[in-house]
C-alpha cells in the first residue's frame, strides 16, 4: 500500500528535507522533495495519491498559504504539518484549513511515519467516523466550565500564564485544569487534542 502513495516533503531546509527522505524511504514509502511551495505547485495539479509534509514557515509561501491553495484549487491530498513550538495557534489555522495533523518539533521518527501511516490510511476510508465523533462529544461533556476555558486557551496556543491572566487564576490552577482535561479527553499531546476538538467543531463559548 505505502509504494502506491507518494509522500511530498516541503521544506525550505536541505537538512530536514534530506533527513525526512531518508527516514520515509527507508520505511518503504516513496518519497519526492521540494524545497518550496512554489516548486511543490508546479507538480501538485491532478495529485490523487499522494500526501504532503509541510514546514509551517517558509519564505516563499507559509504551510497554511500552500493548503488553502491546495483547496481552492481542489487538490485534496492529506497535509501534515512540522511546527516550531510557538507557531501553535498557525498550526491550528492550517488544520481549520485542511491538514490532517502537525507535529511539534523536535519529534521521535516514529511520529512522522506514524503521521504518514495515518494520511495513507485517510486515502483509503472516511477519516473521523461518527461514533469517534460522538465519543470526543461525551468526553468534552466531562469537563467541567473551567476546565472547558482552559482547553480553549490551550487550543489556541496560550501559554498557562496567559490563560491564567485571562482567567484571573493562578498558573498552577491552570497546570491542574489542563492535567485534568488531557485525562479526560484521553489524549497524550496537544496536537492529538487540538486533532479531537477540531474534528468536532470550534467549542462554543463557555457562559
Do not use: W
Not at 89 to 105: N, S
Not at 152 to 173: E, F, M
Amino acid at each position: 500500500m505505502s509504494a502506491e502513495v507518494v509522500v511530498h516533503i516541503v521544506d525550505d531546509e536541505e537538512a530536514v528535507r534530506n533527513s525526512l527522505a531518508f527516514l520515509l524511504s527507508i520505511s518503504g514509502y516513496a518519497v519526492k522533495v521540494h524545497d518550496s511551495a512554489t516548486a511543490f505547485l508546479r507538480h501538485a495539479k491532478g495529485l490523487t495519491s499522494a500526501c504532503l509534509i509541510t514546514d509551517l514557515r517558509m519564505p516563499d509561501m507559509s504551510g497554511v498559504e500552500l493548503i488553502k491553495r491546495l483547496r481552492s484549487e481542489n487538490i485534496m491530498i492529506p497535509a501534515i504539518v512540522i511546527t516550531g513550538h510557538g507557531d501553535v495557534p498557525m498550526a491550528v489555522e492550517a488544520m481549520k484549513a485542511g491538514a490532517i495533523d502537525f507535529l511539534e518539533k523536535p519529534f521521535e521518527d516514529d511520529v512522522i511515519v506514524n503521521a504518514v501511516a495515518r494520511a495513507i490510511e485517510m486515502i483509503e476510508k472516511r477519516p473521523v467516523v461518527n461514533a469517534d465523533v460522538d465519543t470526543i462529544r461525551e468526553r468534552i461533556a466531562q469537563l467541567s466550565e473551567r476546565e472547558r476555558q482552559v482547553m480553549q486557551g490551550v487550543v489556541a496556543g496560550q501559554s498557562n500564564k496567559t490563560i491564567a491572566y485571562n482567567l484571573d487564576i493562578s498558573p498552577r490552577t491552570v497546570e491542574v485544569h489542563r492535567a485534568n482535561v488531557m485525562a479526560k479527553m484521553n489524549c497524550k499531546s496537544l496536537p492529538e487534542l487540538v486533532r479531537m476538538v477540531l474534528s468536532v467543531g470550534d467549542l462554543p463559548q463557555p457562559s
